[in-house]
């Protein structure tokens, strides 16, 4: 059964935290939600204002005093840690804001925790701290992060490590996301991106970066039961799981996929601008832990996912 006492999630109106925040309520669960709304969207959170059971605080994570006293006067048990920046070219673009967020971000929730003996913590992690394979990826496969995202994550669960040496009777839950994909999406990933050239263009050609790269893609709305469920399972002391679904798929599959249930004859043109410096050629998660911990995983079938997200995007009927 879910906690009855406060759940805080940091990051809320970000395009996991919306959806995680959901599933609380929808679980009864009281629930506070923090974001300072800086690439947060308040429109995502818009439809839980008036639940008895939801509050919203405005608030930046890199406000040490007052998330302490937040979590002195609130005393969450558990804390969801999701803010952070995330989106690569963004990251690429602004290093020094990114490990501020990310790295020392994580350490004032962390200190907050601590103070207001918070029993509970999950942390938003990335697949982005492995080293590039084209095997899936374990949660003891090689760490070796090679851009800026991957190596602050890198550092905050490193931060976890830490405080948990000091609180070994605490639960800290690492998530490595893989990709997530759905609705409420926050930065221009490459299924918004092809969402919005099918809607603002006058030809059936998207122009994109490489359509080579093969990625493990997550229904959002299962990443967030399974945050959920990973956090009433979990032991005392540290558990890193991977979050993903176990399969791996194109960019190109992607495009297909989408041109078969829009009923568009669509073809790709390399944008340069849209190529990155550096791409993994494969990512992909090994789910044995994740289902081991939760009893399932999340789907990885590709055109039930798009196709809800089409439809949500009015794409199709």
């Known amino acids: 059964m879910i906690s009855q006492q406060p759940w805080l999630v940091t990051g ?9 925040i959901e599933r609380l309520l929808l679980n009864d669960a009281p629930v506070i939600g923090l974001d300072n709304l800086a690439t947060g969207k308040w429109q995502f959170l818009e439809r839980f204002a008036g639940h008895s059971r939801f509050k ?3 608030q930046d994570i890199l406000d040490e005093a ?3 006293k937040l979590c002195l006067r609130e005393r969450p048990a558990t804390v969801i840690h999701l803010a952070a920046l995330h989106f690569i070219p963004s990251t690429l673009r602004n290093p020094g804001l990114t490990v501020s967020l990310n790295v020392k971000g994580t350490h004032c929730v962390l200190s907050a925790c601590r103070t207001a003996d918070v ?5 938003a992690s990335t697949a982005d701290v492995y080293q590039a394979s084209d095997k899936p990826h374990h949660e003891s496969s090689r760490v070796c992060p090679f851009n800026i995202y991957g190596l602050t994550k890198w550092t905050g669960e490193k931060l976890i490590e830490t405080e948990a040496s000091l609180h070994p009777e605490r639960h800290f839950i690492i998530g ?9 999406e926050t930065t221009p990933h490459i299924l918004p991106e092809i969402i919005a050239q099918i809607w603002n263009g006058r ?5 994109l970066g490489s359509v080579t790269p093969r990625r493990d893609l997550v229904p959002v709305a299962d990443a967030a039961r399974a945050v959920v469920e990973m956090i009433e399972k979990s032991l005392p002391g540290i558990t890193t799981v991977n979050v993903g679904t176990g399969i791996s798929v194109s960019v190109q599959e992607v495009v297909e996929v989408i041109a078969s249930l829009s009923g568009k004859a669509l073809t790709v043109e390399t944008d340069p601008a849209k190529l990155r410096a550096v791409e993994r ?9 994740l289902r081991s911990l939760i009893g399932w995983v999340p789907h990885g079938d590709l055109s039930r996912g798009l196709h809800d997200l089409l439809r949500f995007e009015g794409v199709i009927g």
Do not use: C, E, K
Request: net charge positive.
């Open 56 to 58: 919203f605080v405005y």
């Open 176 to 184: 490595r996301l893989f990709n997530l994909y759905g609705p409420n």
């Open 203 to 207: 030809s059936s050609v998207l122009r």
């Open 66 to 68: 007052g998330l302490t």
């Open 281 to 289: 050629p494969h990512l992909q998660a090994d789910v044995a832990a």
């Open 119 to 123: 029993r509970r913590f999950w942390f």
């Open 12 to 20: 809320a109106a970000g395009f996991l935290g919306s959806h995680v």
